[in-house]
């Protein structure tokens, strides 16, 4: 690896039928953990954007990208599995690779 190789980390992330993706916010200097959870169903999408404890922050972003997901999959643990018409293959939100 190179001086200057990065370590480039998904931001969406095909999860029980939804597509979550990590979207921290920056604050005061450090990274806060922000999910948006996407449902793709019947030709639309549905979003849903929800902050985690903004207290509990992150020094770098891919801290927060890490967190995000990790976070947004602890909510969709809580929820039943997207809808059948809402799924593809593997479970991933139409539209959406399973890699």
């Known amino acids: 690896?190179?001086?200057?190789?990065?370590?480039?980390?998904?931001?969406?992330?095909?999860?029980?039928?939804?597509?979550?993706?990590g979207d921290p916010a920056r604050c005061r200097g450090r990274w806060q953990a922000r999910v948006v959870i996407e449902l793709h169903?019947?030709?639309?999408?549905?979003?849903?954007?929800?902050?985690?404890?903004?207290?509990?922050?992150?020094?770098t972003k891919t801290e927060a990208i890490r967190a995000s997901i990790d976070f947004g999959k602890a909510i969709l643990d809580?929820?039943?599995?997207?809808?059948?018409?809402?799924?593809?293959d593997g479970g991933a939100a139409?539209?959406?690779?399973?890699r």
């Open 1 to 21: 690896m190179g001086r200057h190789t990065r370590i480039v980390m998904s931001r969406r992330e095909p999860y029980r039928g939804y597509v979550i993706n």
């Open 78 to 88: 809580s929820r039943p599995p997207a809808p059948a018409d809402a799924r593809g």
């Open 94 to 98: 139409k539209g959406f690779s399973t």
């Open 41 to 59: 169903q019947g030709g639309s999408v549905h979003y849903q954007e929800v902050e985690a404890d903004p207290f509990r922050t992150y020094a």
